[in-house]
T-cell receptor, first 113, second 113 residues
């Protein structure tokens, strides 16, 4: 079990649907991250939040919309996704945005029909 | 182009032997170095991190860092079948890119009984 909790574990959605991924941590970490991982590839950074403010957006398409309602929660809102967006979406957290280790959640496996 | 390179493997290791994994990086300003273990279909799990030149030991794992030669390695002693996984090397950049981890492609390790 990890200390970063992601829900749902699996999600299947159509290209016209709107859904959200949720991530929660109670370690008091002040930096949270979204990554996308395709099969047999390393994780790719999407967004970084530091102290609840968006710090890094790695030129992610606008159909992905992150939100950090408070220091423990991170959401990723999905709309009008494409089949190539099917992947494992990973949330991570660290004490701060710096050199500290990042701890990953179990991920949400997303399939776009 | 900042790069992190790993041998993709598979690295076949007899049970009880030492597995040696290597990782090289191109950005001399890199300050933090992490090893993650990822089982098939699961999320990455942090197993070691190192910041300073030299060795760092934790149980059966030893991380070694040589900044002058720009490589970091991971030794797994007394390898067990449960160590069979993909090992990802991740490198944290200098201050102006804190929070961004550059991942290698991963080395698949197979421990044979």
């Amino acid at each position: 079990d990890t200390e970063v909790t992601q829900t749902p574990k699996h999600l299947v959605m159509g290209m016209t649907n709107k859904k959200s991924l949720k991530c929660e941590q109670h370690m008091g970490h002040r930096a949270m991250y979204w990554y996308k991982q395709k099969a047999k590839k390393p994780p790719e950074l999407m967004f970084v939040y530091s102290y609840e403010k968006l710090s890094i957006n790695e030129s992610v398409p606008s159909r992905f919309s992150p939100e950090c309602p408070n220091s423990s929660l991170l959401n990723l809102h999905l709309h009008a996704l494409q089949p190539e967006d099917s992947a494992l979406y990973l949330c991570a957290s660290s004490q701060a945005q710096g050199n500290q280790p990042q701890h990953f959640g179990d991920g949400t496996r997303l399939s776009i029909l | 182009q900042k790069e992190v390179e790993q041998n993709s493997g598979p690295l076949s290791v007899p049970e009880g032997a030492i597995a040696s994994l290597n990782c090289t990086y191109s950005d001399r300003g890199s300050q933090s170095f992490f090893w993650y273990r990822q089982y098939s279909g699961k999320s990455p799990e942090l197993i070691m991190f190192i910041y300073s030149n030299g060795d760092k030991e934790d149980g059966r794992f030893t991380a070694q860092l040589n900044k002058a030669s720009q490589y970091v390695s991971l030794l797994i002693r007394d390898s067990q079948p449960s160590d069979s996984a993909t090992y990802l090397c991740a490198v944290g950049g200098p201050t102006d890119s804190w929070g961004k981890l550059q991942f290698g492609a991963g080395t698949q390790v197979v421990v044979t009984p």
